[in-house]
């Protein structure tokens, strides 16, 4: 594919909101996660919860749109001056020539969790004040989003688990390269719901402890929340050295099983391959792996055998998931950004709340941040349903 220009970024996880605060607290190690105190929740589990989102407040004007997920979303969007450099892109190519594609697996899906509460005693009808169109429908972030910034060109919601935020990037370097659009919008957003509180925790996936991804101890996720936002436009000729570029994405289905992945990781190797035949490039380019890493034992131990079967042990990677905690259909979007993070800063982020490196799963594993000189870097994510996605990020020379 022709590299796009990451012309802007932000993310806001339980880390904090903004890329300051995030590289910081990557920088030192931090973990966001906490002990579940999440709504009327009661588990034996830590979270990753985002602070300030209850007293965010929407414009009036899209007042239907409001719900956890795209109080979130507005939360991470007016962070770090993103908003402006969109409006300004907007401005520059036609508010009908930037896409909108954004993931997430649940959206709003707390409202409609909170308004059954509310349901009529005899007839079961929801409450005349629930939106489903504009908060539990899929395609609320989106539209939202598209009514925010006044943006007129196309708008997609990618809903495929885990890889959902990912994937947003892959659609609209499609889109780039037909010639519908010249920048778009991508990322995730996820909020957190008793939906997937209590469904992950029905499977047995969730741990009692925060997670500890590649730890040979390690027993299941920690749930988190989290929005993460990045624009794509066409490289200038004569970019800026140090540039943030997307070099390179790739997609795989295995459709293995509904929620376990592949043992062997062919879907993971496959997507892998994929991104890097997209960038053309050899794995030997590839100086850091932002591993999928969800801490539960299958997991992680399909993506370390994909990831060894094709770059050997010699490449440095991470799972940052013990600092972020699992955002879900975000996690792709959050760890794409914390990708630009450690190519703009050299930064080979650590591995929180991780001890002791499952043996069995030989991979030069970080369990502490470390400066590195980065060149280029590789973002795992994975789904349930076999539904993968990596991509390449790289600096302008």
Known sequence: ?????????????????????TLAKLRDGSSGLAPCAFETVELDTWIGEVAGVDEQRLPPTLAHYDCRNNRLAQLALTADGFA???????????????????????????????????????????????????????????????????????????????????????????????????????????????????????????????????????????????????????????????????????????????????PQGLGAQMAMAAALDSAGLAPADIDYINLHGTATPSNDAAEGKAVAALFGEGVACSSTKGATGHALGAAGAVEAVICALALTHGLLPGSPHTLTPDPAIPLDYQLSARAGRLRRVLSNSFGFGGSNCSLVFGLTP
């Not at 594919?1 to 605060?21: D, E, I, K, Q």
């Not at 991508?186 to 991804?213: I, K």
């Open 84 to 262: 402006e450099r969109l409006l300004a892109a907007r401005d520059r190519y036609g508010r009908d020539r930037v896409g909108v594609f954004l993931g997430t697996s649940t959206a709003g899906i707390l409202q409609a969790e909170l308004a059954y509460r509310r349901r009529d005693p005899h007839s079961g009808a929801l409450p005349d004040d629930f939106s489903y169109a504009g908060t539990h429908n899929p395609f609320s972030l989106a539209a939202f989003a598209r009514e925010l910034f006044a943006l007129a060109g196309p708008a997609v919601a990618v809903s495929t688990a885990c890889s959902s935020g990912a994937k947003t990037f892959a659609a609209a370097a499609r889109q780039i390269a037909c010639g519908t659009i010249d920048a778009a919008l991508v990322g995730g957003v996820d909020s957190l719901c008793l939906t997937t509180l209590y469904g992950f925790a029905s499977l047995e996936l969730t741990s009692s402890d925060p997670c500890r991804p590649y730890d040979v101890a390690r027993n299941g996720i920690s749930i988190a929340e989290g929005a993460a936002f990045a624009l794509l436009e066409r490289a200038p000729a004569a970019a800026t050295p140090g540039a943030i570029l997307l070099l390179g994405c790739g997609e795989s289905s295995d459709a293995y099983h509904m929620s376990s992945p592949h």
């Open 1 to 21: 594919m022709t590299p796009l220009l990451v012309s802007a970024c932000t993310l806001t996880t339980c880390l904090g909101r903004g890329l300051a605060v």
